[in-house]
């Protein structure tokens, strides 16, 4: 069984930093993207990053490009997504993803296997 288990949340205040885990079990991704996408209260879950196999790509949502920065290592099959300069509206919650095809994508229906989500809460 595949299973994606997020780590890292809490509570930290604006302008501080947080680093996300994400360690798959179950299958190997190393050949495969995999990424991060957020869900606040009342809003849609929204695309966050994604990275290739390789780590070679990445693609970021406007809202985080130049904070947020996803990583990988294949030999942990974990990635990671390292959150700087945090703003209250950064406030959700993360899903790890994965996908079985090899091209990355922003879409929630690109993505094959989802983690339970871990809470991060900024502060003002």
């Known amino acids: 069984q595949v299973q994606l288990v997020e780590s890292g949340g809490g509570l930290v205040q604006a302008g501080g930093s947080l680093r996300l885990s994400c360690a798959a079990s179950?299958?190997?991704?190393?050949?495969?993207?995999m990424g991060w996408f957020r869900q606040s209260p009342g809003k849609e879950r929204e695309f966050v990053a994604t990275i290739t196999w390789s780590g070679g790509t990445t693609k970021y949502a406007d809202s985080v490009q130049g904070r947020f920065t996803i990583s990988r290592d294949n030999a942990k099959n974990t990635v990671y997504l390292q959150m700087n300069s945090l703003k209250p509206e950064d406030t959700a919650v993360y899903y790890c993803?994965?996908?079985?095809?090899?091209?990355?994508?922003?879409?929630?229906?690109?993505?094959?296997?989802w983690g339970q989500g871990t809470q991060v809460t900024v502060s003002s």
């Open positions: 993803v994965a996908r079985v095809g090899q091209t990355i994508t922003t879409s929630r229906a690109g993505y094959n296997y």
């Open positions: 179950g299958r190997t991704f190393s050949r495969n993207p």
